[in-house]
């Protein structure tokens, strides 16, 4: 702490004198200040403890736990180039087949939260489905809905069975990481809005999963959720949200 001087005080040592009573109430505001100072001058500048032998500790390793874990650095790079490889893929064939696309219907009503839920449970997100759909505002909308589903179903996790939750994030990862790679850059800010509540939704499973004894934390599962916030941090541009 500074002990620099914050208010001016002229050095008139006919008020005060060096054996003032600091515990005496002081007549002027003036005649405080300069005792306050001569009260500073008596502090050491340094001051040393002795810590006693019952608060040490011997021999035992110090353990620290971050807030959360991901995967290393090189796996993190090999998914992200991965992630764009498939994602020019999907963008070539989508280009040479808009004809055939228009051609089919999609096998659900993707205007419907309840009945596109019930498809995504029952089905893969082959990438024929995936084609179905014949406008890039339809994939948006898509990825609204899944996320506004995501978001609302972990935020009470403590009053959830976490068997059903950790069925309920295989089939929404793998539905969000196909619906990503088809999207481009830059994003619409509802769909840029949705992305990062996945990755929030996404971030708080963890937190949860960390504190259940029972749930190891190498489980599939949570390879599943990093493999997500990885994906949106490091190919949309959503850097803060691997220190959240």
Same mark, same amino acid.
């Given at each position: ?36 100072? $001569? ?63 228009? $051609? ?141």
């Amino acid at each position: 702490m500074s002990q620099r001087q914050c208010l001016p005080v002229e050095d008139d040592d006919s008020d005060v004198d060096s054996e003032i009573n600091f515990n005496l109430a002081q007549i002027s505001a003036h005649k405080y200040l300069k005792s306050v100072r $001569l009260e500073r001058e008596q502090i050491k500048e340094i001051v040393s403890a002795e810590i006693p032998e019952s608060c040490i500790i011997q021999n035992e390793p110090v353990q620290i736990s971050n807030k959360r874990q991901f995967q290393s650095k090189e796996w993190q790079e090999h998914q992200k180039d991965l992630f764009e490889n498939i994602r020019s893929k999907i963008c070539i064939i989508r280009n040479k087949n808009i004809e055939d696309r228009v $051609l089919k219907e999609l096998p659900m009503n993707i205007e419907e939260e309840i009945e596109c839920i019930k498809y995504c449970r029952e089905n893969e997100p082959l990438l024929s489905i995936i084609l179905t759909m014949d406008s890039y505002r339809q994939i948006e909308n898509f990825v609204e809905m899944l996320a506004d589903y995501f978001f609302e179903n972990v935020e009470d996790l403590k009053l959830k069975n976490l068997n059903d939750v950790c069925d309920e994030l295989v089939w929404i990862g793998k539905w969000a990481y196909a619906l990503l790679a088809c999207l481009r850059i830059p994003l619409g800010p509802e769909v840029h809005n949705s992305i990062r509540m996945i990755a929030k939704a996404c971030l708080n499973i963890l937190d949860h999963f960390k504190t259940q004894s029972n749930l190891p934390y190498d489980s599939k599962q949570f390879i599943h959720l990093n493999l997500l916030v990885t994906i949106i941090a490091n190919n949309f541009h959503q850097y803060d949200l691997l220190s959240l």
